[in-house]
Nanobody, 122 residues
Framework: QVQLVESGGGLVQAGGSLRLSCAAS????????MGWYRQAPGKQRELVAT???????NYADSVKGRFTISRDNAKNTVYLQMNSLKSEDTAVYYC????????????????WGQGTQVTISS
């Protein structure tokens, strides 16, 4: 069974910083892309940032220049460094991983973490 466990959320003032972490564990053969999504109250879940196993990164326009995604492949962990936080960044942040469970199957499965609340006070 695969688990994604997030940590690092909390309450911070506008202009501050937070660092989110997400560790994947379980019977994993390989992880392709990992990423962060967020969902604010009354809104749909949206992409924040993704990173491939090779390190290629993609960001939502709203976070470019403020957020940085990184990963440690040896630890199956993805990070999101969030700087210059704004009130509109307030949301539940979800970790996502696209991974393979077996070397004998090419199926790529999507897993989600339980979410971590990020609240920015103005």
């Amino acid at each position: 069974q695969v688990q994604l466990v997030e940590s690092g959320g909390g309450l911070v003032q506008a202009g501050g910083s937070l660092r989110l972490s997400c560790a994947a564990s379980g019977s994993i053969f390989s992880i392709n892309a990992m990423g962060w999504y967020r969902q604010a109250p009354g809104k749909q879940r949206e992409l924040v940032a993704t990173i491939t196993s090779g390190g290629r990164k993609n960001y939502a326009d709203s976070v470019k220049g403020r957020f940085t995604i990184s990963r440690d492949n040896a630890k199956n962990t993805v990070y999101l460094q969030m700087n210059s936080l704004k009130s509109e960044d307030t949301a539940v942040y979800y970790c996502n991983a696209a991974l393979r469970l077996s070397r004998y199957s090419d199926y790529v499965l999507n897993y989600w973490g339980q979410g971590t609340q990020v609240t920015i006070s103005s």
